[in-house]
């Protein structure tokens, strides 16, 4: 049975905590262990509670061909690559990094997981890599062996939707569940590369918690911290992003991918909203900041002339002004026409006790 609340590593996944946030590094290492490294670090510093990597070979994905359906179109040709096969074969992180990379990532303690793209991929995860999670690709969402592989880990799965269809999520759940996952997170995906904020379809999130009842979030492709934050109030679970160093290097994912100054100022965004949404409603002012505006910028009733001991307090002397030190506003037309108990001067806030 799926569950609505899990751990992923030392993180709870649920409504009511703190949103997961995760720092994709794609194809942004450019096959240099160096930068991954500092990658994994940097974005760590930045806040990151999880940093994800991708497990595989371009045979996983395709087949090295040159026909016009292995072609990638040439306006999107900017990184060099003319066939897919090219393209993966240029991108992918060496398997040999990623033990390495765990280990960093331990020691510095953020957690560390990836997206294999084949069951030879989970494989190597599971019995190499020892990753504690597992994320499957939007486009691998209809491929079934794959997320039988991932389920009988038992460990938790996270898929993103991106491009699927309803009945596609739902038979990707089936998949899983029957396999042996119960700890299931959906993350709500454009899979356009960068998105714009008007196809992000945040509702969607509500709609997937609601069939699914697991939790839900965002992989989000826009540019920018709006929509994440956005996601965030809207009760998503996670986020993730494309990180990288430098959006200007060379490679298909880094013009859209996030620098590292800017996911900090993400991070502490989400953590913002996190507050805002978690402290209830509240209608009621009783104290701080806003309390004492309350106090030194509502009206309430003062005594504007002086008035002596058994005079009638009338629209003459009494007046609805700031400071909200004295009588409630509603309480002025019921105390006109009574009398003071004693001499009330000028700017004395009006209170039952001047009353006789």
Not at 17 to 41: G, L, T, V, W, Y
Not at 180 to 203: D, K, T
């Amino acid at each position: 049975m799926l569950k609505s609340v899990f751990k992923i590593g030392s993180h709870m996944i649920g409504k009511g905590q703190p949103s997961f946030i995760i720092a994709e590094i794609s194809a942004n290492h450019n096959q240099d262990f160096e930068m991954a490294s500092k990658m994994i670090k940097v974005f760590a510093e930045a806040g990151a509670d999880a940093i994800k990597l991708q497990t595989y070979i371009p045979d996983d994905l395709t087949i090295d061909c040159d026909k016009d359906y292995f072609k990638i179109p040439k306006e999107n040709q900017f990184t060099g690559p003319k066939t897919l096969y090219e393209l993966y074969q240029g991108s992918h992180m060496p398997w040999e990094f990623q033990s390495r990379l765990k280990k960093i990532a331990d020691k510095i303690g953020v957690f560390l997981f990836s997206t294999p793209l084949s069951p030879n991929g989970v494989n190597f995860l599971e019995n190499e890599v020892h990753v504690g999670a597992y994320k499957n690709a939007s486009f691998e969402i209809t491929y079934g062996d794959l997320l039988k592989s991932m389920a009988k880990t038992g460990k938790p799965v996270v898929i993103s939707n991106g491009g699927a269809s309803v009945r596609e999520i739902a038979e990707a759940v089936e998949i899983l569940e029957q396999n042996g996952c119960s700890q299931l997170l959906i993350l709500q995906c454009s899979s356009s590369y960068p998105s714009l904020p008007e196809h992000a379809h945040l509702s969607n999130m509500k709609v997937m918690s609601e069939i699914f009842g697991v939790p839900v979030g965002l992989s989000d492709h826009t540019e920018g911290i709006g929509v994440s934050v956005a996601a965030v109030a809207l009760g998503a679970c996670a986020i993730e992003k494309h990180v990288t160093l430098n959006k200007h290097d060379k490679g298909p994912d880094h013009r859209f991918s996030m620098e590292p100054d800017e996911f900090r100022l993400m991070v502490k965004s989400i953590r913002e909203a996190e507050e805002a949404v978690s402290c209830g409603v509240s209608f009621e002012v009783t104290s701080g900041p806003a309390m004492e505006n309350k106090a030194q910028f509502s009206r309430s009733v003062y005594v504007v002339k002086d008035i002596k001991e058994d005079d009638k307090l009338t629209r003459n002397n009494l007046r609805v002004i700031r400071p909200g030190n004295g009588l409630h506003p509603r309480e002025f037309e019921y105390v006109l026409g009574m009398r003071v108990n004693r001499f009330v001067s000028r700017g004395t806030p009006m209170s039952w006790d001047l009353i006789k």
